[in-house]
């Protein structure tokens, strides 16, 4: 089902904030070229440049504090750019406004280490939140979508579940259910097995590799286990001593990667 057909509304941009959109290189999902980004004043990350394109997989990887978080959040509107240039998913990060960053925020889906669920409600409840935030109506179409998205992460049956009768690995596969409510463009994922033991560890990051092969999402994954990079390579960049770099620009194939 197509999601952005069942909810029209979902996607309508007011003409403040389509003027607050950037064009960007065809390929180009992700764009960033600033002299340095960070937060209270303080510089985290200098000289930084990024781009990711459509249906990439990258890693990102740092130390602790090294501002990996930072750069994420600079990216859904959460950290503001103040220099330079940014475009995310045709968004201009120097002209986002509080108008404009929900509208920012519906073309990407956004994991993170916690999961982040309403746990005073069920699965249901809690992807249907989401949906009717974004300006879904049509309550049988609300319900198809939930039911869609929870095949998709291999969750059908639990909608009438709570959270706390999830493990860790099932509260993050409705986690990255949530995040595919809306066909974003781009998951970004910040530590998103950093609470989960290695074998469950594995079963979300093939997830995520999955959807970014079947599905043509781009993705970008912030870890520390450096283990899983090694079993499923993929472009890494890694910020060290306040600058960003590319650490292995060999991809393989999302094909290959999934079915390890």
């Known amino acids: 089902m197509d ?15 389509k003027q607050q959109q950037a064009q960007r290189p065809a390929e180009d999902l992700v764009w960033i070229d600033t002299p340095g980004i960070g937060q209270r004043g303080g510089i985290i990350i200098k000289d930084l440049r990024l781009s990711i394109k459509n249906g990439e997989f990258v890693y990102l990887i740092g130390k602790t504090g090294s501002g990996k978080s930072t750069l994420l959040r600079l990216l859904y509107g959460d950290v503001p750019l103040t220099a330079g240039v940014g475009r995310v998913a045709g968004f201009d990060l120097r002209r986002l406004d ?12 956004i994991v993170f ?11 249901y409840q809690n992807l249907a939140f989401v949906l009717r935030a974004t300006g879904w109506r049509d309550e049988t179409k609300i319900k198809e979508r939930i039911l869609e998205v929870l ?7 639990t909608q009438d579940k709570f959270t706390y009768e999830l493990s860790g690995g099932e509260q993050q596969r409705i986690a990255v259910a949530r995040a595919l409510l809306n066909e974003p463009e781009l998951i970004i994922a910040d530590e998103p097995t950093g609470n989960l033991d290695p074998n469950t560890s594995a079963e979300i990051l093939r997830l995520l590799l999955d959807i970014n092969h079947r599905q043509g ?16 390579p993929s472009r890494t960049v890694k910020i060290d001593g306040g600058t960003l770099h590319e650490v292995q620009k060999k991809t393989a194939e999302p094909s290959d990667r999934a079915k390890e």
């Open 151 to 157: 095949r998709n992460v291999g969750m059908q049956g």
């Open 113 to 123: 280490q916690d999961f982040q669920l309403l746990s005073d409600r069920n699965v």
């Open 217 to 232: 999402t781009a993705v970008v994954m912030a870890t520390h286990d450096y283990t899983m990079i090694l079993k499923f």
């Open 3 to 17: 999601a952005q057909a069942a909810a029209p509304e979902q996607n309508e941009v007011p003409t403040g904030a």
């Open 98 to 109: 509080e108008e404009s960053i929900p509208y920012l925020r519906r073309r990407l889906g």
